[in-house]
């Protein structure tokens, strides 16, 4: 047996989206976008916090500093004769003395100090470290010796005005001495002021240590707050979940229930946002039922109406003498073929009043169920049918309307097919795509689709009436599905089916 390779068209990938697993979900979609406002709007609160306890820390740095250089100022004064300061009282010293005590100042560690400089000379004018034992000798040498120099940063970044206090964090351009203040990061207070016509300044400075240390402590909460915030509100939105959710999978197993003919309606007492979608339901479902049985009424009053008429018609050919017996014999097959549409007809039309809705069924078993029987009609063919469908393959359609389009279209297939026959099953979304494939002629390039219309054959050597693709088309279009018909891989004919998943 041969057949002719097919020519598969290649498959076009489809974008990876990675949020589609987590928006699928209702409850995965609250859950995320809980997450993200809260962790978005904590991170914004946090941000102010973190600025708001850094503007406060500054905000006491530098009002301690201002308090430091009222203090100082006045237990100070220039000599006019050395062009140093020095303490103004004799009784002033053992203030000053506590003053430098109590806030650091002469430890001689690079961490706290504080000193008067002429900047435009770069002139030493009075030092936290060595503010004793200053006397109006040696007029006409430096005020400070080098060694107390050597542990003055310079601040090359302030460029304060006349009567302007700034305190900023600023680099030391030189290495302090024995390199003990390794970062040359300082708290600097810098004030400004005039002194016998002369532009002096007020320099405090401080290790920043302790505002690192600030800075350390209040990360390290806001990251347990977002923790413990996040935390809280996820385990809120899992309660509000699961109390949204819950009516919600109930009124889906109902739906289920209606679907498979265990109920009718939607019967249970829901939130009031679900109370709309109830009616509109139910009130489908009624309105179903009501055309259903209308219409199983009309074909009853039909074929009632009919069936008189050709008991008649068959009584009379049977005893008609004049007719000849092929006449007869045609006559009464005609009007036994009527009957048995008729009776064919009222099955489709009948439906159980337990029942408003189909439930899905199983497409594989009920194409094996066709293949047998179908090989055993074409065996004149070396026919081979080939069916490519899962066993977890599903659609929503009657048993015997599934019966009938399948066997229709497969017959059809192998009648017009060279060898091979193939039937394959995929998803798309709310439809699950059937394709029926041969190798054989396939269909007219002008117009295919108008196959699907009643009397219209593509072939008009063999027997039939030209509406087996007719009436596939109008039950599949009946469920919510349609047909293609298309070129098949095999350079024959492709019938493609989208069946209600």
């Excluded at 809260?38 to 916090?49: H, K, N, P, R």
């Excluded at 998803?427 to 007219?444: K, N, T």
Aim: hydrophobic letters at 40%.
């Amino acid at each position: 047996m041969s057949t002719k390779s097919p020519h598969p068209l290649p498959l076009k990938r489809k974008p990876i989206d990675i949020f589609s697993p987590l928006t699928k979900s209702l409850l995965r979609r609250q859950l995320l976008s809980s997450f993200i406002i809260t962790i978005l709007g904590l991170s914004i609160l946090s941000g102010f916090y973190y600025d708001i306890q850094q503007k406060s820390y500054l905000k006491k740095a530098y009002n301690k500093s201002k308090s430091l250089d009222n203090k100082i100022s006045s237990l100070i004064e220039i000599n006019k004769k050395t062009g140093r300061y020095v303490i103004a009282e004799p009784d002033f010293e053992e203030v000053m003395d506590d003053l430098i005590d109590k806030n650091h100042l002469a430890s001689d560690n690079d961490n706290y100090f504080a000193y008067i400089i002429d900047e435009k000379k770069n002139k030493l004018l009075w030092h936290s470290l060595a503010y004793k034992n200053l006397s109006d000798e040696n007029i006409g040498t430096p005020p400070y010796p080098k060694e107390v120099l050597d542990v003055l940063p310079i601040f090359p970044h302030i460029n304060a005005t006349k009567d302007e206090n700034t305190l900023k964090i600023l680099t030391a351009k030189n290495t302090l001495k024995e390199g003990r203040n390794r970062q040359n990061k300082l708290l600097v207070y810098h004030n400004t002021f005039i002194e016998n016509g002369q532009t002096l300044a007020m320099v405090i400075a401080q290790s920043p240590k302790e505002m690192e240390k600030q800075k350390t402590d209040t990360l390290q909460k806001i990251g347990i707050l977002i923790l413990i915030s996040s935390l809280l509100v996820l385990a809120a939105q899992l309660v509000n979940s699961y109390l949204v959710i819950t009516p919600i999978k109930r009124f889906e197993k109902e739906i289920k229930n209606i679907e498979s003919g265990k109920q009718e309606f939607v019967k249970a007492n829901y939130p009031t946002e679900l109370v709309e979608v109830k009616g509109a339901i139910n009130a489908l479902v009624q309105v179903e039922k009501g055309q259903k049985k209308r219409y199983r009424e009309a074909l009853d009053n039909l074929a009632h109406s009919l069936k008189t008429p050709l008991a008649v018609l068959q009584g009379c050919t049977e005893n008609n003498n004049t007719m000849s017996e092929k006449q007869s014999k045609t006559l009464i097959n005609q009007v036994t073929r009527m009957n048995d549409i008729i009776a064919y007809q009222l099955r489709r039309a009948v439906v159980n009043d337990h029942n408003s809705s189909i439930q899905r069924i199983d497409i594989r078993p009920i194409l094996y169920r066709l293949k047998a029987p179908l090989l055993k009609v074409h065996h004149e063919k070396i026919l081979q049918i080939e069916i490519n469908v899962d066993e977890h393959t599903e659609c929503r359609m009657n048993l015997d309307d599934l019966m009938e389009v399948f066997g229709n279209l497969i017959n059809n297939a192998c009648r017009f097919c060279t060898n091979i026959v193939v039937i394959t099953a995929t998803h798309d979304g709310d439809f699950v795509i059937v394709d029926i494939d041969d190798d054989g002629l396939g269909f007219p390039d002008i117009n295919p689709s108008s196959l699907l219309k009643r009397g219209i054959r593509a072939d008009n050597k063999t027997e039939g009436q030209g509406i087996g693709l007719a009436i596939s088309n109008e039950i599949v279009e009946a469920a919510g599905g349609r047909i293609e018909l298309l070129v098949s891989p095999y350079v024959g004919a492709r019938v493609r089916l989208y069946l209600p998943a």
